[in-house]
């Protein structure tokens, strides 16, 4: 294929994708939102909904390394367009039952961990395809749409369920999120997942290998590429505090502040807001030439932030001043995650090898999950023995210690091999006294 017509294919899977992940993802936000909605309404009991949460967290942390195997292994494009049919007939499925038996809890515990599995094989399958639908001046922009994707179905996605749970039946929500799999299944099934796949340019003789081979092939892969260990490393701890800092948000702002309901959601929604902004910026620039450094830099702002979040149990505000308060504070964390999260993404894009990149992604997947519950069970654990403001400065000042010593200078040189031209200032010459 010609050079202009594989930059015109660019540009429609540039755009393509934007609205295939947004109505993807928008339908789960809508999704989960109503579902949990329904079950809080219906029984009244948090287990129930608590159970939800587990059926959409546990099966990525099991079954991510095997949706990484099958990015590296199977075509791409038939992995995205077989998880989303699987979606359309799991929700598709639900809807059955619930007119011929009612909705019951087990059928939505079985729906949810369907589509969190669908999801998972799909999302890890679209990123690790990013730098075969684009050409590489474009893999930034193609991760702001993506952030941007995810930024507006975080802010519309509860508004939308929400007016919809009041609007119209149960059934007929379901028939909407069918729908807007459809779609997002018709317009995935139009790309070429091989447009700029490397592999496809050359032979690559590949070795009969076992699944479990072909797993761990994936981690030596990663334990080879110091930098790329790191990054996993600092997403890691990042994932882990960022507990911390969920947990402790919510318990300062409803248990120690007493913010009424409705401004505690306006705060959060700012998050999104600042996420969405970041990611349009970052999509109209030109592409981060030390991506590593940015998002040190946002790190080190995310830490400082989560320290900040205790000023108000240490200063008085007032009430407004507080919801002021935690709305820019909110928002500028949206903001900082974006420069944390794009810059560190189309690094691993371009980095790492296109067959080994499923497996990476998988795996961060796996751990970064993992971490989750872990983290939400220890710091409401601490939240509920320490004063918050002790648990959130500790925090961060953990967090902050690990970052900046992972990605210290010694490693940013390594992966910005330009860095220490440009940092090292020209010797002064000698001026000579006589």
Excluded at 114 to 119: M, R, V, W, Y
Excluded at 292 to 299: A, E, W
């Amino acid at each position: 294929m010609e050079e202009s017509m594989k930059l015109k294919k660019a540009t429609y899977h540039l755009w393509t994708f934007t609205i295939s992940k947004l109505i993807s993802t928008f339908g789960v936000s809508v999704f989960s939102f109503g579902i949990s909605f329904y079950i809080l309404s219906v029984t009244g009991s948090a287990t129930s909904f608590a159970i939800v949460l587990i059926c959409s967290i546990l099966p990525r942390v099991l079954v991510a390394p095997f949706a990484g195997y099958a990015a590296d292994k199977y075509p791409k494009k038939m992995i995205v367009i077989v998880a989303q049919i699987c979606s359309v007939l799991a929700v598709g499925g639900l809807l059955v039952v619930s007119l011929t038996f009612g909705l019951s809890l087990i059928a939505i515990y079985i729906t949810q961990i369907i589509l969190s599995i669908t999801s998972l094989f799909s999302g890890v399958t679209f990123s690790s395809s990013i730098a075969n639908l684009v050409d590489d001046a474009r893999i930034q922009k193609a991760m702001s749409f993506n952030q941007m994707s995810m930024s507006i179905a975080s802010i519309g996605g509860p508004a939308v369920g929400g007016l919809l749970f009041g609007l119209v039946s149960m059934k007929m929500f379901l028939i909407i999120h069918m729908v807007s799999y459809i779609i997002a299944v018709i317009l995935e099934s139009t790309m070429d997942f091989n447009l700029y796949s490397k592999k496809a340019a050359e032979f690559i003789e590949e070795k009969k290998e076992t699944m479990l081979e072909n797993m761990k092939a994936g981690i030596t892969y990663l334990k080879q590429h110091r930098v790329l260990s790191v990054i996993v490393w600092v997403a890691l701890v990042i994932n882990f505090f960022f507990g911390a800092f969920t947990v402790g948000y919510s318990y300062i702002l409803v248990e120690e502040l007493k913010v009424q309901s409705a401004h505690f959601g306006i705060t959060e929604g700012s998050m999104s807001i600042g996420m969405l902004l970041a990611s349009i910026y970052l999509a109209a620039r030109k592409d981060i030439k030390f991506p590593l450094i940015v998002s040190k830099r946002g790190i080190i702002i995310m830490g400082l932030l989560m320290a900040t979040a205790t000023l108000p149990l240490l200063v008085t505000l007032s009430y407004m001043g507080i919801v002021s308060f935690y709305f820019v504070l909110m928002f500028s964390f949206g903001v900082a995650m974006i420069f944390v999260n794009t810059p560190i993404g189309v690094m691993m894009q371009k980095q790492i090898a296109e067959e080994y990149r499923g497996r990476v992604f998988g795996l961060l997947e796996t751990m970064a999950m993992s971490l989750m519950p872990l983290a939400m069970v220890l710091f409401g654990f601490l939240f509920d023995i320490v004063p918050a403001q002790y648990v959130l400065l500790a925090s961060s000042s953990i967090m902050l210690a690990a970052v900046i010593y992972m990605l210290r200078p010694s490693v940013m040189k390594q992966a910005h091999p330009d860095l220490k031209v440009e940092m090292v200032p020209e010797p002064i010459k000698a001026v000579s006294t006589q």
